[in-house]
Every structure is written in C-alpha cells, then in structure tokens.
C-alpha cells in the first residue's frame, strides 16, 4: 500500500504565500505523475496542476502564473508554492500520485486533504 501524508495548508491572508508538501511512503517502485487537486465547499474537485515523472508541469488557467508545482523523486514528495493567494483558493488541497508498487499493479493513491483558507 502507499500513503500520501499532505502538510503546510493553513490561514493566509489575501496576496499572501503558502507552500504545500505532500510525501508519498510505502511499497512504491515507481511514481509517475503527482498533482495537486482542491475541492471548495459546494464545488467539485478541480485540477490545480500536475507534474510528470519528466518534471513537464500544467496548471490550471486559474492559478497560473501565481503557483508553483515541482517534486523531490529522492524524497517521492510533491510541493505545491502558492503565492499571491485569492479568498477563491480557499478549499480543501488533495495531492495524488500514480504509482507502480509491483509488476502489475499500477494505482492513484489520494492524499487526506489539507484546508487552505484565504481571508480578504
């Protein structure tokens, strides 16, 4: 099995920065692409921005140009640098990962979640 253990969500004011970290533990012999997602109360979740193995990034048109995605293989850790942070990024973050643990079996594990609460 694998874990994704999410940290660094938070209170922030508007136009302030927070930094997601999201580490992946377990029987893992490859991951693939890591992402974040987020889930704001009432909404469906939504991609905020996925990382390939490669490092090739996208990102949602909404984020653009204010948050960071990049990974650490060494550590099989996602990061997510929020700057510029609006009262609409407010929601629940989820990182996952697609991740091979045996010959056969390749799965997306999910992340619990960190809040993230901007205020105006």
């Known amino acids: 099995q694998v874990q994704l253990v999410e940290s660094g969500g938070g209170l922030v004011q508007a136009g302030g920065s927070l930094r997601l970290s999201c580490a992946a533990s377990g029987s893992i012999r490859t991951i693939y692409a890591m992402g974040w997602y987020r889930q704001a109360p009432g909404k469906q979740r939504e991609m905020v921005a996925g990382i390939d193995s490669g490092g090739n990034t996208n990102y949602a048109d909404s984020v653009k140009g204010r948050f960071t995605i990049s990974r650490d293989n060494a550590k099989n850790t996602v990061y997510l640098q929020m700057n510029s942070l609006k009262p609409e990024d407010t929601a629940v973050y989820y990182c996952?990962?697609?991740?091979?643990?045996?010959?056969?079996?390749?799965?997306?594990?999910w992340g619990q979640g960190t809040q993230v609460t901007v205020s105006s």
């Open positions: 996952n990962a697609d991740v091979r643990t045996t010959i056969l079996r390749r799965d997306v594990y």
